[in-house]
């Protein structure tokens, strides 16, 4: 059965970066403890590129084999692939093009000037490198993540899933194709709400009082149509790693810690 969510809230958008950082190294060198190779899967967003900096800057970085991580994207936006607007500009940017990050093995989502003619061809060929990117132990369609981090939109979207819009709807497969989206640019590819629960621990990532109702509808019991970030959970681990100002909309115990 997923897992159901747990709560924990940072004081700072910078004590969260750097919890989130130190966690994420920590479950990947568990992971290749425990499976040879570690799989992590990644989301955009101003609260993540702090996030990547902190694991730049943390010496723990280095208790993990880099060259046996695989990087995967849960959304990207159908964009050339030297556009301002993909989502893992920032991540090479901030991470992946120095030592020892740049030892990972990425798997990009495809451009718009990459080696597909269309958006569902770039969407179901990303369907095709996650099945081939399968370890042993993964049995299903999907590399079982060991850890997919998720931001949360101020309308409670994650990935490219958007509330009531087509991409909430489409399981037509783990990858698909987003047109029309709410958010520019329009054309996008983005886990479906089945890829994403192919991870083995789903970390929503949150900062600032501009997600605070998004959080709140999210954990609430909304639905995952109108509230997608309401949908994910992990197979393992569900984790809400907010800042204060994030989980300022939550309903609050008599001593003030909030109530999930």
């Excluded at 750097?18 to 899967?41: K, P, W």
């Excluded at 992990?234 to 204060?244: A, K, S």
Aim: some cysteine; aromatic content about 6%.
């Amino acid at each position: 059965m997923p897992a159901q969510p747990e709560l924990i809230v940072q004081p700072t958008a910078d004590q969260l970066a750097e919890d989130v950082a130190v966690r994420v190294i920590s479950t990947l060198a568990r992971a290749q403890q425990n499976r040879g190779r570690a799989a992590l899967a990644l989301t955009a967003g101003s609260i993540m590129e702090r996030v990547w900096s902190a694991m730049a800057g943390t010496p723990a970085r280095d208790s993990v084999d880099w060259s046996r991580v695989d990087v995967f994207w849960a959304d990207e936006r159908y964009v050339p692939a030297d556009s301002e607007d993909r989502n893992d500009g920032p991540a090479n940017r901030l991470l992946f093009s120095h030592p020892p990050f740049a030892a990972a093995r990425q798997f990009p989502m495809p451009a718009s000037d990459g080696q597909y003619g269309t958006l569902d061809d770039a969407a179901a060929g990303y369907a095709g490198q996650l099945a081939a990117a399968r370890r042993p132990d993964d049995p299903d369609l999907l590399p079982h993540f060991d850890v997919l981090l998720l931001g949360v939109g101020p309308d409670g979207h994650c990935a490219s899933l958007f509330p009531g819009h087509p991409s909430a709807y489409d399981e037509s497969g783990p990858v698909i194709a987003v047109r029309n989206s709410p958010k520019p640019p329009p054309l996008r590819i983005s886990l479906s709400f089945a890829g994403l629960a192919a991870a083995n621990e789903i970390w929503f990532v949150v900062s600032g009082a501009g997600k605070a109702r998004a959080v709140a509808l999210a954990l609430s019991g909304a639905g995952r149509v109108q509230v997608p970030s309401a949908g994910p959970r992990g197979r393992f681990r569900t984790l809400w790693l907010v800042d204060r100002d994030a989980a300022a909309g939550l309903p609050r115990h008599p001593d003030g810690r909030p109530i999930l």
